[in-house]
């Protein structure tokens, strides 16, 4: 049973350019998650993904955005790039039953902006 | 708002030695609490997880309690080994939302 898968790996910028980065869920979970994790912090989230539409997003600006695909993938969309934005992109997926939601991450996209 | 306070790291032991990591919340209701291990290079790990008050999680060797007394969910191991060298994140799910909120991370070193 395959985990989250991300692609690409790794991916170098320059300044105001865009970038996607791509999630793949678990097998069996609907909804997906996206995180920035800047070099020695924990990660911050940045909008949560279900039934295709963003149910709850972070304190992010407008230049990041995200889509959901009929099979429960996701993308992941920043423009105008800053330096700032320099990090690990880390993609989760999950499945609620009731109140319980556990969210199981993939290896991450890092991301360097120059 | 929902918060989660981790000691500080690096926490350096020797293999064998007892471990301990602070976590303490912040939420309003019944969060959910869980730790994250993730070692270099790589993504996070979901190591243990506890959804209501008094549950134990364990996995590994490592266990956790969630104490809503205290607000607490310490991560603990009898006998850290040198492959538990890595970074563990404290983590909650509020009530109401859907985000995990994370702690800065305890890097943890584990020599021979």
């Known amino acids: 049973d395959a985990g989250v898968t991300q692609s690409p790996t790794h991916l170098i910028k320059t300044r105001g350019q865009q970038v996607t980065l791509r999630c793949s869920p678990k097998?069996?979970?609907?909804?997906v998650s996206w995180y920035q994790q800047a070099l020695g912090q924990g990660p911050q989230f940045i909008f949560q993904?279900?039934?295709?539409?963003?149910?709850q997003r972070g304190n992010f600006p407008d230049r990041f955005s995200g889509h959901q695909f009929p099979n429960y993938s996701s993308e992941l969309n920043v423009n105008a790039l800053l330096l700032g934005d320099s990090a690990l992109y880390l993609c989760?997926?999950?499945?609620?039953?009731?109140?319980?939601?556990?969210?199981?991450f993939g290896p991450g996209t890092r991301l360097l902006v120059l | 708002g929902n918060s989660v306070t981790q000691m500080e790291g690096p926490v350096t032991l020797s293999e064998e030695a007892f471990l301990t990591i602070n976590c303490t919340y912040t939420?309003?209701?019944?969060?959910?609490l869980f730790w994250y291990v993730q070692y270099p290079g790589e993504g996070l790990q979901l190591l243990l997880k506890?959804?209501?008050?008094?549950d134990k999680g364990s996995n590994k060797g490592f266990e956790a309690t969630y104490r809503k007394e205290t607000t607490s969910f310490h991560l603990e191991k009898g006998s850290v080994q040198v492959s538990d060298s890595a970074v563990y994140f404290c983590?909650?799910?509020?009530?109401?939302?859907?985000?995990?909120?994370f702690g800065k991370g305890t890097s943890l070193l584990v020599t021979p």
């Open positions: 989760a997926s999950s499945f609620r039953v009731g109140r319980e939601e556990t969210q199981y």
């Open positions: 097998s069996g979970h609907d909804t």
């Open positions: 993904y279900y039934e295709e539409e963003e149910r």
């Open positions: 939420a309003t209701g019944y969060p959910s």
């Open positions: 506890a959804t209501k008050a008094d």
């Open positions: 983590a909650l799910s509020g009530n109401s939302g859907y985000a995990l909120n």
